[in-house]
């Protein structure tokens, strides 16, 4: 009964925003993160991509005319569209249908948890193909508290729909063959832990 409430309010994006907003801190500590690793208010032309980018949370930290947000929920898209600054499209992560080295830096944000190692894979060969070969790759995802007193986010933990959290080295053999973690840490974001990791692109993808 919880989960389908929780999906109900998932489908009213004005509402779900509100209720993770509040649950996150406003998102402080994301915006620091984004501003840290991909920099995206320096005035040299650099292209973003936001990978599943749901209601467009995100999009106001990126410059409008440089920002491209995509998922595949057709109703995040709209109200993202509608009240975010930015271009955003419906499409899947695995096949994006847009040019090869087009991007200078990306963001995944709570995506990959939702996700099968499979389509993980298949997501960072398809960001590797997107993003050119000095570009940086944020991704940020969620961890289980690491705090046994942080009773409110092991239960936000409990409630999220996400079936794939993982540690922090499956995390990092997802990311190979494609890509180098350049830095790593634990993020709290309100009641939500985070691990965030700042990833290189690898011109010559390793053989695993």
């Not at 050119?132 to 289980?144: F, G, S, T, W």
């Not at 942080?150 to 996400?162: A, S």
């Not at 840490?185 to 691990?195: F, L, N, P, W």
């Amino acid at each position: 009964m919880i989960d389908r409430l929780l999906t109900q309010i998932s489908h009213m994006p004005a509402i779900w925003n509100s209720l993770r907003w509040i649950a996150e801190g406003g998102y402080r500590s994301h915006h620091v993160a984004i501003h840290d690793a991909l920099a995206p208010g320096r005035a040299d032309g650099r292209r973003f991509l936001d990978f599943g980018c749901g209601t467009g949370q995100f999009a106001a930290d990126f410059p409008a005319d440089r920002y491209v947000g995509f998922d595949l929920t057709r109703p995040y898209i709209a109200f993202a569209a509608e009240h975010r600054p930015g271009q955003f499209m419906v499409s899947d992560g695995g096949a994006l249908g847009l040019a090869a080295n087009c991007f200078d830096g990306a963001l995944v944000l709570g995506v990959f948890h939702h996700l099968p190692d499979v389509v993980v894979r298949s997501s960072m060969t398809e960001l590797h193909r997107v993003l050119k070969p000095d570009a940086m790759l944020l991704v940020i995802e969620d961890v289980p508290p690491p705090s046994v007193w942080n009773v409110p986010g092991h239960i936000m933990h409990w409630l999220d729909r996400g079936d794939f959290i993982r540690s922090d080295q499956d995390y990092r053999d997802l990311f190979a063959p494609h890509f180098l973690v350049h830095s790593s840490y634990g993020m709290r974001s309100g009641i939500c832990d985070y691990g965030v990791y700042a990833l290189t692109h690898q011109a010559q993808p390793v053989s695993q």
